[in-house]
């Protein structure tokens, strides 16, 4: 399987929230509740790091879940926030510009 | 800086909403009367001095608007648009102008002044809100919730010495650090307008109606969710939801908020009160 890259969109307000990361899409006004595995990944979201080495060291060290399970879960978080424009999937790297350090 | 230097016309009328006066000038005597008779509490002094935005108002005639269509808004640049079956707008914040083309109907202008509020509020750290509120011993209850959650209802049960803000839409501004909740001509069933005046919030309410009358706490990311919910929200504007979602996390921190359950009956005032005393507010 190629690797994905996932980032942060640039078009989203977000705060941290008594451990749950709140989401607000600017291009949709749709709203996200993070638990905190998502929160995890959505903080990973770098551009730059792998998902599946995302999913290895966020994930699996972190909660006791094997590797294809959490894939899968993964895998559909990404896309399911990548639908509102909240999170950029690709295949490749994803230049810093397009990631966003908006989270606070 | 005020944007205008030109003597004030006689052909202006302004309305004033939150401390907002917004200037409306026509030749459209109809557009006058119908101002006059729709806004009488919230009539400011029609000076270009005193009022922060300026329109020209051009009122067209039946037909000229043909477009069954709902609203739209949105920006270019630093210039909003809004349009609707029965009028256009647009308006600059950065020069404080903007131009009105509408109906000779009260929904018409009534749907601008609540978009062109909400824009400008944005920026202030305030918004409106689908929200009842009513002023008791000098401080402000604001009680909101969706349609059919008794924002009506709980206005109706209010005692004599409250004074009611509005039973749908309330003004939230932020002065020096605190929220005040203002009295809007937006009236919903109740269809009443409310007084025109302010005061501090001390308590925020999600209203539900139940079997009896009932508090409690709401966690900040519910509390977040359910806030940002009944904001008002005209487009999908980038700066304008960023400005949106930083106020309402702003409001959360600073205004105490809780879940009402709430019998539709005249004890819900006093339990409010009685809540009140014994969970005083720290402002």
């Given amino acids: ?104 | 800086m005020n944007p205008f230097t030109h003597a004030t016309a006689t052909n202006s009328v302004a309305i004033e909403i939150g401390g907002t006066a917004i200037l409306l000038e026509s030749d459209d005597p109809g557009f006058h009367a119908m101002v006059k008779a729709k806004y009488p509490g919230f009539l400011a002094a029609e000076s270009h001095d005193s009022c922060s935005l300026r329109f020209d108002v051009e009122v067209l005639g039946e037909g000229e608007l043909t477009e069954d269509e709902d609203v739209h808004v949105w920006r270019e640049f630093d210039r909003w648009y809004a349009r609707r079956g029965d009028f256009r707008a647009e308006f600059d914040l950065q020069s404080g102008t903007g131009r009105i083309r509408q109906e000779l109907n009260p929904f018409a202008l009534n749907s601008i002044l609540r978009i062109v509020h909400t824009i400008y509020l944005a920026s202030r750290g305030g918004f409106l809100l689908h929200a009842a509120s009513a002023i008791r011993n000098g401080s402000a209850f604001v009680f909101s919730g969706v349609s059919g959650a008794g924002k009506t209802t709980i206005s109706r049960c209010a005692p004599d010495d409250a004074v009611l803000l509005s039973d749908e839409i309330s003004y939230m501004t932020k002065n020096s650090g605190q929220y005040g909740a203002w009295g809007t001509p937006f009236a919903g069933e109740l269809g009443q307008p409310g007084s025109n005046c302010t005061a501090p919030v001390a308590k925020f309410f999600f209203l539900e109606k139940g079997p009896q009358n009932h508090i409690e706490d709401v966690s900040r990311a519910e509390a977040t969710r359910m806030l940002l919910r009944n904001i008002l929200f005209f487009c999908d504007d980038e700066r304008l939801v960023r400005q949106v979602f930083d106020s309402a996390y702003d409001f959360l921190e600073h205004v105490p908020v809780y879940r009402l359950m709430f019998v539709p009956d005249t004890t819900v005032w006093n339990f409010v009160e009685e809540f009140d005393i014994a969970c005083p507010t720290n402002t």
Wanted: hydrophobic letters at 45%; charged letters at 20%; aromatic letters at 6%.
């Fill in chain 1, 1 to 104: 399987m190629p690797d994905k890259y996932i980032a942060r969109s640039s078009a989203i307000a977000a705060r941290m929230l008594g451990g749950e990361m709140m989401i607000m899409s600017a291009v949709d006004s749709t709203f996200f509740t993070l638990n905190e595995t998502a929160t995890l990944i959505w903080q990973a979201a770098d551009g730059t790091t792998p998902l599946a080495k995302i999913i290895a060291e966020k994930v699996c060290s972190e909660y006791d879940i094997d590797l294809q399970t959490a894939a899968a879960d993964v895998e559909h978080f990404v896309e399911e926030l990548s639908k509102h424009g909240i999170l950029i999937a690709s295949d490749t790297p994803i230049p810093q510009k397009t990631a966003s350090g908006a989270a606070r």
